[in-house]
């Protein structure tokens, strides 16, 4: 049945009309934007684990500035600490020379207390941003902190869960106590003293090589861990994107559909509006 009062073939074309255009316009936001779910409406699922996602990332770029710094505190302690085992090498081939009766102790034990010295200048020096690994306290002012603290990660305990942040700790080696030449070291006068001093020194060294080693051992994980977190970073990155963002060879050949499906949407609406005026041929 024909009817002046309603066009159900123009509703019906409208209606179609109305979507494809919605359609088109979705497909060019997402193409204008770069995303494809760009705020919670786009889809409210997606987006809720992207912003975690998001927030995450953002945790863990923070957490890679936090690991240069300490890795850099860390290296300066190693540099000096295998500065250190250098020159208490020197100070054990002099001991060694000081061994022989016609050698020149006085000389000898002058050039020792030269590179005791320096050993207690590259401990006072080997800090960074006020950390120094070498000594006590790591602050060096008698607080008792002898841990410095690296964030690490983050552990997430399923989605939305608590987040957890884990810590690489680093202790002081205490060359300070440690090495204290004063108490720990024979000056040498003559052979005698020379072979006492000679044990000393290899006490001394064996402690200087064990906490070398162990500030290399550090710096050596703190560095995996910063590799670690910045492939983690990216590939979370890579996952939100995967998940967002537009697809433009997808997006680009929906969008010549639907600029088709529009311009056909058009032409049948047009052929609805004209339906009424066809009744007219039935009156003449």
Same mark, same amino acid.
């Given at each position: ?21 919605? *359609? ?29 996602? +998001? ?17 850099? !505190? ?26 022989? +009766? ?36 790591? *602050? ?15 552990? @997430? ?63 050596? @994980? ?51 509006? +004209?339906?009424?005026? !066809? ?6």
């Amino acid at each position: 049945m024909s009817s002046i009062l309603t066009n159900n073939g123009a509703m019906v074309a409208l209606q179609t009309l109305k979507t494809v255009n919605s *359609d088109l316009e979705d497909t060019q936001k997402s193409i204008s934007t770069g995303k494809e779910v760009g705020t919670a409406k786009d889809n409210a699922a997606v987006y809720a684990i992207s912003k975690t996602m +998001e927030s995450d990332v953002a945790g863990f770029e923070a957490i890679e500035q936090g690991l240069a710094v300490g890795e850099a !505190t860390v290296a300066v302690a190693s540099a000096g600490a295998e500065q250190i085992v250098d020159t208490l090498t020197e100070i054990k081939e002099l001991i060694i020379s000081g061994q022989s +009766e016609n050698v020149d102790h006085a000389k000898i034990q002058e050039d020792i207390t030269s590179k005791t010295e320096q050993v207690t200048a590259i401990i006072d020096a080997a800090q960074f941003n006020g950390a120094n690994l070498l000594k006590t306290d790591i *602050d060096g002012a008698g607080s008792g902190t002898t841990d410095l603290g690296v964030l690490a990660s983050l552990d @997430r305990a399923g989605a939305g869960g608590t987040v957890t942040a884990v810590e690489i700790t680093v202790s002081t080696v205490d060359f300070e106590a440690d090495l204290d030449f004063s108490t720990s070291l024979t000056s040498i006068t003559d052979s005698a003293t020379a072979a006492t001093a000679l044990g000393e020194i290899e006490a001394l060294l064996e402690v200087a090589i064990t906490g070398a080693a162990a500030l290399g051992a550090d710096a050596a @994980r703190i560095e995996d861990q910063s590799d670690f977190v910045g492939k983690l970073t990216d590939a979370m990155t890579m996952g939100i994107s995967t998940m967002t963002d537009t697809n433009m060879e997808e997006a680009s050949a929906r969008l010549n559909a639907l600029q088709t499906q529009q311009e056909l949407a058009v032409q049948s609406l047009t052929i609805a509006n +004209e339906a009424p005026s !066809t009744l007219m041929q039935l009156f003449r």
